[in-house]
């Protein structure tokens, strides 16, 4: 984390990728009710506010006590938010009937809704990312933008995506 | 989106974010700046302002300000999760039981007709409604900075905000309050600070959401 906390993309994808497991566990172990999808939405809200609030960690504490307070918080913010939503909608349900087929368990559903959302441009350097796998300098010659235009974007991209993510589960 | 595709996603995000004590010391000397300023042009200081800062009048000033300080670092903790911040509420809630006791001794005093006749002037209107308008822009600095933060409590924290807040405008104000006598000053600032700290709680869940 601290690597990450100075730029080091690496580390941080490995402490991402390092956490994810066990909060996938809590998150499923609290909201089987949910389904494996809404689990993964879910465990999708915990990282993201991992990732904007990263700067609330202090280098010199403990980093386990840090995660699991801003897990649990997201977790339980998040069950009440969904509880209420499935309780009022027949549209999730049906959604659940037919992804009953086989779907992708680490697949979530309100990543999609919230990027169509964004303008295409911002959602598309999302899934630049994510779903090819580019790096930032692949991604700003595809797009002809300069490196830091790409950062930039991202950033801001990101931190659109928590506010649309929060504003759709009130 | 997968999970592992919104990890990478993040984790090309390398752009730092801004300390959250950085960006409310910031946001706080600019609305304590605008503060100061209206305070000049519309309150400005008593006549005797120098001859009471060297007298015990001179808490009036300091006593909020120290309540500001130990506020902001209250909230500063409650706002980064995993940093302890009982000691912090423990120091806080020492200084509050500090004021109560100064004004149970005075009242013991001087009594009941001590308090009305302290209390029975036009000042005190002009305290209650001053010192919250002074806190008003310095409330709004208090939940800039901390909103980056990660409040878990976010009720409490707005609170110690409102404490904050109503701490310096209380120093403020007091610049051009003449009214020395504990008997006044202890309840109507603490009321008038109590009302600004109300304001940061009801506030608080809204608006430290995260």
């Not at chain 1, 904007?52 to 009440?80: M, N, Q, S």
């Not at chain 1, 027949?90 to 009953?100: P, S």
């Not at chain 1, 959602?123 to 010659?141: H, S």
């Not at chain 2, 009720?155 to 104000?173: F, N, P, S």
Request: glycine share 8%.
């Amino acid at each position: 984390m601290r690597a990450a906390n100075r730029g080091d993309t690496a580390a941080y994808h490995r402490l991402l990728m390092a956490i994810t497991p066990v909060l996938r566990k809590v998150v499923r172990a609290r909201g089987a009710a949910l389904g494996p999808e809404g689990c993964e939405d879910v465990l999708q809200d915990v990282l993201l506010a991992i990732h904007g609030k990263r700067h609330t960690w202090h280098e010199d504490a403990p980093l386990r006590p840090w995660l699991y307070a801003i897990a649990r918080h997201k977790v339980v913010d998040a069950f009440r938010a969904r509880g209420r939503r499935i309780e009022m909608s027949i549209d999730d349900f049906a959604e659940g009937l037919v992804a009953a087929e086989g779907p992708d368990p680490t697949e979530g559903r309100d990543m999609e809704k919230v990027l169509g959302k964004l303008d295409p441009r911002a959602a598309e350097i999302v899934r630049a990312f994510g779903l090819n796998g580019e790096t930032t300098a692949e991604t700003a010659a595809r797009l002809d933008m300069s490196e830091g235009a790409v950062r930039v974007a991202l950033h801001r991209a990101l931190k659109t995506i928590v506010r649309l993510r929060e504003r759709m589960i009130e | 989106m997968k999970t592992e595709e919104l990890i990478s996603a993040l984790a090309a995000d390398t752009i730092p974010q801004q300390p959250v004590t950085r960006q409310l010391g910031q946001a706080m000397l600019l609305a304590s700046a605008a503060s100061g300023t209206v305070f000049a042009l519309f309150w400005g200081a008593r006549p005797d302002i120098w001859a009471a800062l060297g007298s015990l009048a001179v808490l009036k000033t300091l006593v909020p300000l120290i309540l500001m300080g130990l506020s902001v670092a209250f909230a500063l903790a409650l706002a980064h999760p995993g940093v302890r911040h009982a000691r912090r509420g423990i120091a806080l809630g020492a200084l509050i039981a500090l004021a109560a006791l100064g004004f149970l001794a005075a009242f013991g005093r001087e009594g009941v007709a001590g308090l009305a006749s302290a209390l029975n002037s036009p000042s005190l209107i002009t305290c209650l409604v001053s010192i919250p308008v002074l806190a008003a822009p310095v409330l709004a600095a208090m939940f800039w900075g901390l909103s980056s933060g990660a409040a878990l409590r976010p009720r409490l924290t707005g609170a110690a905000a409102g404490l904050a807040a109503g701490g310096i405008a209380a120093a403020i104000y007091s610049i051009y309050c003449d009214k020395d006598m504990a008997l006044f000053v202890l309840p109507a600032y603490s009321a008038a600070i109590g009302s600004v700290m109300l304001a940061g709680a009801l506030l608080g869940p809204r608006l430290l959401k995260w």
